[in-house]
């Protein structure tokens, strides 16, 4: 088998793995609420971890990267989830379940990154694109994973036995990495961190511009799909769990179709109008589902979210847009410091809904929230979103000033 061909297949099992776990708490949300009591900020602020931790080891993962390579520091980190899996499995209460939660956001912090820079070195600039897009669009199954299927595995054997098995399917894929995952030969290694700063990531305005709308792109489609999306769907439209699970399977199908097509739309469309145009059809969406009434057919909520799916997706494309700012020497710190905003504002959008709903709404005797809780948070998401695609919007002119010149 071609060495290539190997460091891709093991990349993109780490991925499935890190999307099944991201996203698996919103189908089981009922279960947490009825075994451990759990409110909706205690919901949000266990879920979110995930998302903080996975941000915070975002800047020295990308030094590590830049400096030792991926096959070292990325099968290294994830051990921390197997560790979490296995608290998460045991947990007796909230504060055992929010430690596990957080050993696996750490442990997942570094595959996509470590992924996007192996390739950096395995793949031309010409062919990284629809490479990387391919394996985030597989990857991303995951989510179906944890959709119908995690719903029927949580029926069948309970939430605790499927965290232990992931435990030991981390610690296969962590091996699988540092045995087969090579570096490539010409792939970038520094020795210190002296040919570029975070500093100069952090002042460049270009950043802000990308960084922002990933921001909220990142956080609208990975805070809900991996979370709140669920409870919307129990509590707003009346869903019982495997239906809700379905509807979360068309989201995360719609999340595959946009991972697979961001790449190869963006070659032919260019990377900044791609992804403004999905921005502004993420909004759009946000906005349907803040006023899509709970007596509509279900067939038509499936696709809603299937298009849901497919705007947040090409949020991907801010990797590369990141990358053609910043040099060759640059590219896991660059990629990393987009990466804590994505992942960063997944985090306070998790919580903050959690927030959000806890403190303006009252559950019944069920610890359900009226469905006006879910779909105001849905409204705040699209004014946010719009916010930042407004904001990026002139790096898009000055990118067609330079290109009419």
Request: aromatic fraction near 32%.
């Given at each position: 088998m071609p060495v290539r061909v190997r460091v891709f297949l093991v990349y993109f099992c780490a991925y499935f793995l890190s999307?099944?776990?991201?996203s698996a708490n919103a189908v089981i949300a009922d279960?947490?609420?009825?075994?451990l009591g759990l409110s909706a900020e205690q919901l949000g602020r266990m879920t979110s971890v995930f998302f903080v931790t996975?941000?915070?080891a975002q800047l020295p993962f990308g030094i590590a990267l830049d400096r030792f390579g991926a096959r070292r520091v990325t099968p290294t980190l994830m051990l921390a989830a197997v560790l979490g899996n296995a608290i998460f499995a045991v947990a007796p209460s909230f504060a055992v379940l929010l430690l596990g939660r957080a050993l696996i956001g750490l442990g997942t912090a570094g595959i996509l990154m470590g992924t996007f820079t192996s390739f950096s070195g395995w793949f031309s600039t010409r062919q990284l694109?629809?490479?990387?897009s391919l394996l985030v669009g597989l990857g991303a199954f995951g989510g179906i994973g944890a959709a119908t299927p995690l719903a029927l595995l949580n029926d069948a054997f309970g939430w605790r036995n499927v965290f232990m098995g992931g435990a030991g399917v981390f610690l296969a894929s962590s091996a699988a990495i540092f045995i087969w995952g090579y570096d490539a030969p010409q792939a970038p290694q520094q020795t210190g961190d002296t040919q570029g700063r975070f500093a100069d990531i952090f002042r460049n305005p270009i950043f802000w511009r990308i960084g922002l709308l990933n921001f909220t792109t990142t956080s609208a489609l990975f805070a809900f799909q991996g979370l709140w999306a669920g409870p919307?769907?129990?509590?707003a439209i009346g869903l019982n769990n495997v239906q809700t699970g379905n509807i979360l399977t068309a989201l995360a199908l719609g999340a595959i179709t946009?991972?697979?097509a961001c790449g190869n739309v963006a070659r032919h469309a260019g990377i900044a109008v791609s992804y403004a145009t999905?921005?502004?059809l993420l909004s759009l969406i946000l906005g349907v589902i803040s006023v899509f009434p709970s007596d509509?057919?279900?067939w038509l909520l499936a696709v809603v979210f299937y298009v849901y799916g497919i705007g947040g997706a090409f949020s991907l494309l801010s990797l590369s847009e990141v990358r053609r700012v910043f040099p060759v020497h640059m590219t896991g710190r660059a990629a990393t410091a987009n990466n804590l905003l994505g992942f960063g504002g997944s985090a306070v959008v998790q919580w903050g809904v959690g927030a959000f709903v806890s403190a303006f709404f009252v559950a019944n005797e069920l610890g359900r929230y009226p469905g006006e809780a879910y779909r105001s948070a849905f409204a705040i998401m699209a004014v946010l979103n719009t916010a930042a695609l407004l904001f990026y919007l002139p790096r898009l002119y000055r990118l067609h000033q330079s290109v009419a010149k």
């Open positions: 999307y099944f776990f991201r279960d947490l609420i009825a075994d996975f941000a915070a694109a629809s490479v990387f919307y769907l129990f509590d946009g991972f697979f999905a921005a502004t509509a057919p279900l």
